[in-house]
């Protein structure tokens, strides 16, 4: 069943033992984030953590929501997140009917698709408080996350924009630095839908109504982040996932809708005729401050509340962060997609280690000669996958998330000389390692078996593997050598 709302999960953790409420008076101003930090670089992530008494605060504030497999899968309700994968891959391709009795079999497919458009209501909890005179968005317990942070950032808002030209709705996941008590900057980079939004609107001389939503049912969350194409509707996708529509209600001095069930709602809009404004620095995902830049100003013309809010914000920094799982879903929930497109990938991994876009190692059932090439460049030209640094392509019996696996096949079945390629393209815009900003290097590498259509002269070797019959014996001999 769906969350209703960030306290409906609040109780399904509290009742599974995923969530521990602080009670120590801490500080929005690094203090928050230290206790945090510690927390996820915990096995397998910690627990979510409600901080109840911030310091100059009436306003709880909860970190690490979706730090865990286990709480990433119950926000999400599935146990296999691909089988999310399979159903977006329904929406992007779906199949056309022949016959009549096709198109009967299909509708109880459709009206699933039709269960699931986000639909607008006229009221909803988000209006409990409403303030549009003497806006202090420091009224919220923003944090600063870390000591040369420019300032304190939202950093779980879902930003809502509309392309100006085609209305359709984009729901990213951005940084947003307060920089006065009614101005925040919006850090959406150049390969981001809301970037986009922007200069189509500059282009049109229009304003660009904006609305941050922070928190709702736990999906809404995770579905800001993931990197889905233009045409689809992040809420849409949400609606697809918990198969029920999103409620949302219209704004009130912005022409958006929103989630009804949020905690907190922040109005405004982007005056495109202005001039960007310095962001930053800010410590971010990579573990390294990223440096000012310029970006777009948002006014602030309302701020919505529920009675009694929650503040949802979450810490990046040096990995693992609660990034590392969020991720870790989206690669999971995208595998569907890339196997579609690459039908011979076995699997792939964008380890958080490497802040997603540094490596992808991917395994494929190999059929020709320069086939991990082919794999490697088709990668590079699947959305957001194009930004990766680093792509090491294994056999298909490699198990890729396993790092002693990768290391090893990477290590015995690469000569450097023959089995690497550096090419040059579109990079994360988080990248310092780069010349240019957002343009640079990128490394492929071949670590398959080898043959000699692919120069290689000698014999491959063989795998050394214990015989069938052997490990049949011991298997069944094991409980009695009482080794465990």
């Known amino acids: 069943m769906p969350y209703r709302d960030l306290r409906d999960f609040l109780k399904r953790l509290e009742k599974e033992g995923e969530l521990f409420k602080i009670k120590e008076p801490l500080s929005p101003i690094l203090e928050i984030t230290e206790v945090t930090d510690r927390v996820c670089k915990m096995q397998g992530g910690g627990k979510a953590l409600l901080f109840e008494k911030v310091v100059g605060y009436s306003t709880p504030v909860l970190t690490n929501l979706l730090g865990s497999e286990k709480r990433i899968k119950l926000a999400l309700g599935y146990?296999?997140?691909?089988?999310?994968?399979?159903?977006?891959?329904?929406?992007?391709?779906?199949?056309?009917?022949?016959?009549?009795?096709?198109?009967?079999?299909?509708?109880?497919?459709?009206?699933?698709?039709?269960?699931?458009?986000?639909?607008?209501?006229?009221?909803?909890?988000?209006?409990?408080?409403?303030?549009?005179?003497?806006?202090?968005?420091?009224?919220?317990?923003?944090?600063?996350?870390?000591?040369?942070?420019?300032?304190?950032?939202?950093?779980?808002?879902?930003?809502?924009?509309?392309?100006?030209?085609?209305?359709?709705?984009?729901?990213?996941?951005?940084?947003?630095?307060?920089?006065?008590?009614?101005?925040?900057?919006?850090?959406?980079?150049?390969?981001?839908?809301?970037?986009?939004?922007?200069?189509?609107?500059?282009?049109?001389?229009?304003?660009?109504?904006?609305?941050?939503?922070?928190?709702?049912?736990?999906?809404?969350?995770?579905?800001?982040?993931?990197?889905?194409?233009?045409?689809?509707?992040?809420?849409l996708f949400a609606g697809l996932i918990r198969e029920e529509g999103v409620e949302l209600i219209k704004g009130l001095t912005v022409d958006l809708e929103y989630p009804a069930h949020a905690e907190f709602v922040i109005e405004g809009y982007v005056d495109t005729s202005e001039e960007l404004v310095k962001e930053g620095p800010f410590g971010d995902h990579t573990g390294f401050y990223t440096p000012v830049d310029l970006y777009p100003k948002m006014h602030v013309t309302a701020i919505l509340h529920r009675r009694e809010a929650i503040y949802l914000t979450t810490i990046v920094g040096k990995p693992p962060q609660e990034d590392k799982y969020i991720g870790w879903a989206t690669e999971r929930i995208f595998l569907p997609l890339i196997k579609f497109n690459l039908p011979e990938v076995v699997d792939y991994h964008l380890p958080a280690e490497g802040c997603f876009h540094n490596f992808c190692f991917v395994s494929i059932k190999k059929r020709y000669p320069g086939h991990a090439y082919k794999v490697a460049y088709a990668l590079l030209g699947l959305g957001l996958m194009s930004l990766s640094k680093h792509i090491v392509v294994f056999d298909e019996d490699i198990k890729v998330h396993d790092f002693g696996e990768v290391l090893w096949a990477w290590g015995n079945n690469v000569d450097p000389a023959r089995d690497v390629q550096i090419l040059r393209g579109p990079i994360d815009v988080l990248d310092h390692s780069t010349n240019e900003v957002g343009f640079g290097g990128k490394l492929v590498i071949d670590a398959t078996t080898k043959w000699r259509q692919e120069g290689y002269p000698r014999e491959w070797p063989r795998v050394i593997e214990m015989s069938r019959e052997v490990k049949e014996k011991i298997d069944k001999l094991w409980k009695r050598l009482g080794i465990e």
């Open 79 to 235: 146990e296999n997140l691909e089988d999310i994968g399979w159903k977006l891959y329904k929406l992007l391709r779906p199949e056309i009917p022949h016959t009549f009795l096709d198109k009967l079999k299909r509708l109880p497919e459709l009206k699933k698709l039709n269960d699931s458009l986000p639909r607008t209501i006229k009221e909803g909890p988000v209006r409990e408080e409403i303030k549009r005179k003497e806006i202090d968005l420091l009224e919220l317990p923003v944090l600063q996350c870390w000591p040369e942070d420019g300032g304190r950032y939202i950093t779980f808002g879902q930003t809502i924009t509309k392309d100006p030209e085609s209305g359709i709705r984009n729901v990213g996941l951005y940084r947003l630095q307060v920089l006065s008590p009614t101005e925040l900057a919006l850090h959406w980079q150049i390969h981001k839908d809301g970037n986009h939004h922007y200069w189509k609107a500059k282009r049109l001389g229009k304003r660009l109504d904006v609305a941050i939503a922070i928190g709702g049912d736990p999906v809404l969350s995770y579905v800001a982040s993931a990197p889905l194409p233009p045409e689809v509707d992040e809420y």
